[in-house]
């Protein structure tokens, strides 16, 4: 199962002596070698827990596949155990390849499956991706040939080998061999999440949202749902020039379960269809004068850092940002860090009150249709609104209120808010004007 598949090859400490022996059992590899599952049994045996090891293949491993690097970190420690608190991964690596029922490329025994196994789990942590990912197409192909009707160990081994694909930066086949294990359990949550960083990877944003809705609508999708969300998020970047507009991404996510996103989807065709009278306000100044004239320089952040509060209240709510189309903000906020286009918006970036706030614009009216803030890491609620500008009302209450989403109809002078979340903190804040 990818997500947990290094896991459950490993056999972590999660599991007992008895499902350990009853999984071995039922595993018909070793019944049609004659081999005595006792034996492989001692090799895979719970573990004491091992020394501190170094974090950067793990951290190195984590940017590369979401939580992998945690999995392997597991297996390892497992493996290092019965060698004493001092062991070494290249030196169990090293004992592995001299043992005389090691053979490369090839499985004869249950010694030699253990042995490729241990060898796929251990070549990681000292940064030998591609030799984990070889022996973990020996396995995969050992268990098609001799046990493809075991789907449970074939979930494993395939769920393993994509990751490591993935890790290795083969996106296309790791996508080709997600979809054929999608196709042997279309019901395990763990394989939409490889499937949506393989997307994400191939800069296919629409493909990798629609693996993330399905996660968010599946009942055990919570954990992988929130990992590939943050992945996306760390890496929208890549889709600056996606068709497929930021404003309407959660709309996309949630559609399913959000009774009032239909709605909010129509948003864009509902401004360019407003009134002529938004049209002229690009040309017209914004009421407040706390707009600075072109003339005015707009102050550095050091700048602003250094004034006091008093010197620029127009920043200390997103309110004075509402009604303000693309040039008024501009001379509000300076000009934007990046800037990209889509189909019927534009999005900027700007500085705003010690984080990043991006603005989408309608092309035509060139007012604002949505204002989105994101916290890596999550921060509780009261910091996201503080560091967005908005003040708590205290009688408003979400329609929508759980673990992953918080959604209010309206909120105080905007349409709409959401909040993002995982495990209550908060990933995102998307307001609508």
């Not at 090859?9 to 590899?29: E, H």
């Not at 690596?93 to 042995?115: C, E, G, H, K, M």
Request: aromatic share 8%; hydrophobic share 40%.
């Amino acid at each position: 199962m990818p997500g947990t598949c290094v896991e459950n090859v490993a056999q972590c400490q999660r599991a007992t002596v008895n499902q350990l022996f009853s999984l071995l059992v039922s595993v018909k590899i070793f019944q049609t070698m004659r081999i005595c599952p006792t034996v492989v049994l001692c090799l895979l045996i719970l573990a004491m827990p091992a020394s501190a090891m170094d974090q950067q293949w793990i951290d190195d491993l984590n940017q590369r596949f979401p939580g992998i690097g945690n999995e392997f970190e597991m297996a390892v420690r497992q493996k290092l155990s019965p060698y004493g608190e001092t062991a070494d991964p290249q030196e169990i690596i090293t004992t592995l390849l001299a043992d005389p029922d090691y053979v490369p490329d090839r499985i004869a025994n249950a010694r030699s499956f253990s042995a490729h196994s241990e060898l796929m789990l251990l070549y990681p942590a000292i940064g030998e991706y591609e030799k984990s990912l070889k022996e973990a197409k020996l396995l995969r192909d050992f268990i098609l040939r001799h046990s493809p009707e075991d789907e449970r160990i074939l979930q494993t081994f395939r769920g393993v080998y994509s990751e490591l694909l993935l890790v290795n930066g083969q996106y296309e086949e790791a996508l080709k061999e997600i979809e054929q294990t999608i196709a042997i359990d279309p019901s395990e949550a763990g394989n939409y999440l490889s499937q949506g960083v393989a997307y994400v990877r191939l800069q296919r944003l629409e493909d990798a949202l629609d693996s993330l809705k399905i996660l968010v609508q599946h009942p055990d999708g919570l954990k992988y749902a929130q990992q590939l969300f943050v992945f996306i998020m760390e890496h929208r970047r890549v889709f600056q020039g996606a068709q497929l507009q930021k404003n309407t991404m959660i709309d996309v996510m949630l559609k399913e379960i959000d009774s009032e996103s239909s709605a909010a989807t129509h948003l864009l065709t509902e401004v360019s269809n407003a009134p002529d009278n938004r049209q002229k306000a690009e040309h017209q100044p914004p009421a407040s004068s706390s707009v600075p004239t072109a003339s005015t320089p707009t102050p550095s952040k050091s700048e602003k850092s250094s004034r006091p509060a008093a010197a620029a209240p127009s920043l200390r709510s997103l309110t004075a940002l509402k009604g303000l189309n693309a040039e008024q903000v501009s001379k509000l906020l300076g000009p934007p860090l990046m800037e990209s286009e889509g189909a019927t918006t534009f999005d900027r970036d700007y500085p705003f009150r010690g984080e990043t706030l991006n603005i989408s614009f309608d092309k035509k009216t060139r007012q604002s249709v949505s204002f989105q803030m994101f916290f890596l890491p999550p921060v509780d609620q009261n910091r996201a609104f503080a560091q967005i500008g908005l003040k708590e009302e205290a009688g408003a209450v979400p329609v929508i209120d759980n673990d992953m989403l918080k959604v209010w109809g309206s909120y105080g002078p905007f349409s709409k808010l959401r909040l993002s979340l995982s495990e209550g903190r908060v990933i995102a804040v998307i307001v609508e004007p």
